[in-house]
Structure formats: structure tokens, C-alpha cells
């Protein structure tokens, strides 16, 4: 099929690329020229695993190319939109410029027959009303809304093999040929045996912020337990092993420690927040707030716990941070905990040296007062305190013996603080390191 991609970041590249791979031919649009360029030579513009392989095989036959032009997309006969909605400046609430700009810019430039779908994160009603005014002024096309799931550091797998798909399609007879032309869209997951879920557009809409607001509910819990272990003296590890055993709760994001952060979860429960008390049923999700206030208390907690391991004041202190993006395989610092934790510190005085195998130069733009080093052993060397923020392998595989070499020779044992639980603590002390985790 002839595929258009409205927005090239994060979303839209990776579905680009991804279609492509399919075998549909795909033109991909962003306003960023440079964005364009840089897709354009086969170079991802954020760090993605398998990404840049499938921009080269995609390019190389011939199947996708990026542009600035908008009248590329005439000849498409699907058009995603796939870009930004962030958090609104003025308060919680998701903006919708992006999303509005880009159904004016179509538009113009839909042939009939042809579909547009969204698969940005929007506010429930938003589809509706942009239904609405493509049919005022482009009768002859459609929209569907078409969520997505991605994770990043899977987000291309995700695409590729997704567990579920969903698509929200008109509430009229061009229903049945909206989900005929998505079901060509994905032709190859649906063999392979994904489940198809068709919806109306609210469901569609609610789906993907239901599903984070609940993931989002889940890590706050067990972070909530191991705020009450830490003072009775329990292990949130075990905790969550035992209750995980129950197939009604399972134990994934059951993982307790300084909490999520990114690009989608933060923003999205937010939102989701915001957009119920404009309905007037702000009471039915009111425990998001606090979903959210108890994932922000843990990066503060993990500050007062370093400040506690100098007696209240880490003036001066040598800490060196493993970890600065937002979650391991990804260079995104949107909403980074680690970063919020390694900007705290330095704020209270501390000598703080940051590593990461991906996220230096993305948290060196937004805070070049800190100090970068992307050698681990160059970071850790002299370090009075060591925090572990973001559980990459190599961190998470660091050998105790080892790194206990690298750090200060002070008399006594070394500090690491394992703010994502990760390591394993009888193997930390018995290298004589003084082990700190969160709710154990």
C-alpha cells in the first residue's frame, strides 16, 4: 500500500521504518529539516535497537523516504499521524497543536477514498471531533484511530509483532471499509495470529491511557510498599516476588525503586487526569494524583538517602551516577528520574559525574553544569557514593570486587546506592560495599 507518516519522531520513524519493512511503499513527513536529513542518510535521530537497520533496508529498496514536503503525501492512500502531544504548558493537560496542524496540512491533500489515522495519544473526543471536521471538508475520506503500544527499546519489535491491535473506526457503514484497509495495513501480524480489537473511537482513545494509567498505578503501589518496608523492616523484593505469584496481579512492573519517567507514562496520567475533570468525573480517576506524587517522592527519597549516607550534607561529595536516560536501551531523558536525582544533588553542592552508554549528549543539552563521563571506569573513579539509576546490563553486570577498586580509598566500606534493585546485595557487601536499597 502507499503509506504516508505525518510526524518523524520517535513514533513516526520507527512506524515508517516499520511499514516499510512490510513491503508498503511509505513517505514520511516531518517539519524538522534536519530530522529529514539525517532519516533521509539512514541515521536514527534517537537511539532505538534494530531502528537504523531497518532506516537502511527501508531506504536501499526503495520503499521509504522522508521529506519536508506535504505534497508528497497526494498519492497515499492511508495517512498515519504520528506526532507529538506533550504535556500543556499552561497546566496538565495534553496539547493538541501538533495533531490539530497536521489534520489542517491534510487535509487539503486527501484523495477520496482515502483514510487518515491517528496514532498519537490523545484526549478522549479528540477523534470525534476531528471526524467531524475531515468530513466537512474532505466528505470523501475517513479517519480511524489506531493506538499505539510502543516500548522504547522494543518499540521496533513492538511494531513489528505487537500483542494486540486496535482500531477505532467510524460509527457508520464506512466502518467495514475502514477496517478492511487497516487489515491490509497489517496484513502480516494479523497471520501471524495478533488479536484485533474493533472499537468505536472513544474505546480506541481510552485504550492507550488506560493502559499506561494502570501501569503507572501498578509501579506506585509497590514503590507505596517499599516506602512502609523500609520502616519495618521488610523486603519489597520478596514482597513482590510472593504477591506476583497470584495470577490475578502478576509480577512484571511489580519492580520498586526510584520510579518511572519518559515520554509517555508522566504525561499521559496527567492528561488523563485533566481530561476527566473536564467531564466532570475528575473524582473517578482522582488516585492518579496520587499515583503520581508517590512516583515524584521517590527521586527526593533517593537524594535524602544519599544526603544520609554523608550525615545530611553532600557538599563537595564525589557521586558518581550510573544511568541518565529515563529506562535502559534508550537515550530518552524526558522526565528521567536518574537526571531529576543527578540535578538535585548537584544543586545541593555535590561533585557529581554522570555515565550512561546512551543519554550523555541528550542530558548534556539540557544540563551542561553537570559533569560527563562516558568511560564507567573514568565515572567511577574516587567516587565517595555510587547510585545506580538506570539499570543498563553493563551496570546491573558490574563485578563488586572490580569497581571496589575504582572508587575511593577511603577507610572502610564503599557506598552504592541500587535505587532500581537490580544488584544483588550479598555479593555488594561481601566485597565490602555498603549496600542500599529501596524497601529492602
Known sequence: MKISVIGCGYLGAVHAAAMASLGHDVVGVDVDAARVEQLSLGEAPFYEPGLGELLTSGLASGRLRFTTDIDEVAAASVHFVAVGTPQSFEGQSADLTYVNAAIEE?????????????????????????AFLIDQHAPQASLAWNPEFLREGFAVRDTLRPDRIVYGVPGDKDAERVEKLLDQVYAQALTQGTPKVVTNYATAELVKVAANAFLATKISFINAMAEISEVVGADVTQLADAIGHDNRIGRRFLNAGVGFGGGC????????????????????????????????????HVIELAESVFGGDVSGKRITILGVSFKPDSDDIRDSPALDVAVGLYERGAAVVVTDPQGIENARQRHPELHYAPDPSDALAGAELVILLTEWTEYKSLDPHLTRLLVSDQAGPATIIDARNVLDPASWRAADWRYLGLGR
Not at 487539503?108 to 482515502?114: D, K, N, T, Y
Not at 504525561?267 to 487526569?273: C, E, Q, T, Y
Open 106 to 130: 491534510l487535509i487539503p491533500r486527501l484523495a477520496p477514498g482515502s483514510l487518515v489515522v491517528g496514532k498519537s495519544t490523545v484526549p478522549v473526543g479528540t477523534a470525534e471531533q476531528l
Open 265 to 300: 507514562l508522566p504525561k499521559d496520567i496527567r492528561a488523563f487526569a485533566a481530561r476527566a475533570e473536564e467531564l466532570g468525573l475528575g473524582e473517578s480517576v482522582a488516585f492518579l494524583h496520587e499515583v503520581d506524587a508517590i512516583n515524584m517522592r521517590r527521586r527526593s
